[in-house]
């Protein structure tokens, strides 16, 4: 199984992205999922999570109401839309998945992971 992320980039305080993270293999369906990053020397953090379905998400309080994770699982891919972008969230956000099909917020129960990219907000 092999994560690729994309979208990351520069934008202004109050912008938007909109990351994607493609996954390989045919038991996607059935993965949890997970956005978690790290800020230069911090520790990773967890973003955001959603269950096989789509149906259950859970999301950092730091990021609540500002960001959404959804997935498609017909393209194997999941994806977090970022809004309303502060300087506090400049991190390399990577995406992982997890062989169970709940909606987990910890990075330990995670098995594979992406190789990040870069989302920089400036103020």
């Known amino acids: 199984v092999q994560l690729q992320a994309s979208g990351g980039g520069l934008v202004q305080t109050g912008g938007f992205l909109r990351l994607s993270c493609i996954v390989s293999g045919r038991t996607f369906s059935s993965y949890g999922m997970g956005w978690f990053r790290q800020a230069p020397g911090k520790e990773r953090e967890f973003v955001a999570a959603?269950?096989?379905?789509?149906?259950?998400?859970s999301y950092a309080d730091s990021v609540k109401g500002r960001f959404t994770i959804s997935r498609d699982n017909a393209k194997n891919t999941v994806y977090l839309q970022m809004n309303s972008l502060k300087p506090e969230d400049t991190a390399v956000y990577y995406c992982?998945?997890?062989?169970?099909?709940?909606?987990?917020?910890?990075?330990?129960?995670?098995?594979?992971w992406g190789q990040g990219t870069l989302v920089t907000v400036s103020s």
């Open positions: 959603i269950n096989w379905s789509g149906i259950s998400t």
């Open positions: 992982a998945g997890a062989r169970m099909s709940a909606a987990v917020t910890s990075p330990h129960l995670y098995n594979y």
